[in-house]
């Protein structure tokens, strides 16, 4: 099951190459690490 996060992902790609560091933060197994494949895909 997957549950989509446009509008998160959309957000996280638009400010990709602003020169600022990105923290994604959450609980265990939430899809911090998919959330980032998606993006550099």
Do not use: A, P, W
Not at 12 to 20: A, F, H, T, V, Y
Not at 29 to 35: A, Q, T, V, Y
């Amino acid at each position: 099951m997957e549950i989509e996060r446009n509008i998160y992902l959309n957000q996280l790609i638009e400010r990709r190459d602003n020169g600022m560091v990105k923290v994604i933060t959450g609980i265990r197994r939430c899809g911090k690490s998919f959330l980032l494949f998606t993006i550099f895909k």
